[in-house]
């Protein structure tokens, strides 16, 4: 079992920037990794995903102002935004997802809100 602990969360001005980082509580070498929002009264969707390999791929909608990266030592997903949009506001969710057995775990989320 893996426990994600999400941080970087905050209030910032559009335009500006935010770096969310995921901590797991074990080892994630064997995990593809995903970062996840969820704006209120929508569903959660994809932002952006690094695989164990470290092949990544993004939304449309982040594309070329987010960027997901991993520190397998550290055992740690970040996720670098910049040009934050005010729809960019959201719970931001870190998932992990394992390459042998498929099994998904997420943390509990940090909120990230941009204003106008």
């Known amino acids: 079992q893996v426990q994600l602990v999400e941080s970087g969360g905050g209030l910032v001005q559009a335009g500006g920037s935010l770096r969310l980082s995921c901590e797991a509580s074990?080892?994630?070498?064997?995990?593809?990794m995903g970062w996840y929002r969820q704006a209120p009264g929508k569903q959660r969707d994809l932002v952006a995903h690094i695989t164990r390999g470290g092949s990544t791929n993004y939304a449309d909608s982040v594309k070329g102002r987010f960027t997901i990266s991993r520190d397998n030592a550290k055992n740690a997903v970040y996720l670098q935004m910049n040009s934050l949009k005010v729809e960019d506001t959201a719970v931001y969710y870190c998932?992990?997802?394992?390459?042998?057995?498929?099994?998904?775990?997420w943390g509990k989320g940090t909120l990230v809100t941009v204003s106008s």
């Open positions: 998932n992990a997802q394992g390459v042998f057995d498929g099994r998904s775990y």
């Open positions: 074990g080892r994630i070498f064997s995990f593809n």
